[in-house]
């Protein structure tokens, strides 16, 4: 009985470091990328930061997508986004 509890317990504790690391982790930061949210939004920007949970843009844009044309819209300063909001993330042109 004891035996099985501390497995358990060692299972998840394992599973918590994973999914904390993949959270987490440091993306490759002054790379361009686009990154689209949950709700559909999608930014255009040099990827400053990305500790914690929140990742920061700058010389960012917002994409605007209407009838199959884009339209970017420049945004002033440094962008921070959640990412638990994010969808995915791109690299413009494949990673290298």
Known sequence: ????LALVISGL???GVIVAWRFWRALPVLERYVVTLT????????LKSSRGGVLVLVDAVA?????????R????????LDRVKVAYMQKP???Q
């Open 1 to 4: 009985m004891e035996l099985t």
């Open 13 to 15: 504790i394992a599973v």
């Open 39 to 46: 709700t559909g939004e999608a930014f255009d920007g040099l």
């Open 63 to 71: 994409l605007d997508e209407k009838q199959g044309a884009v339209s």
């Open 73 to 80: 819209h420049q945004i002033d300063g440094e962008l921070y």
């Open 93 to 95: 042109g494949g990673s």
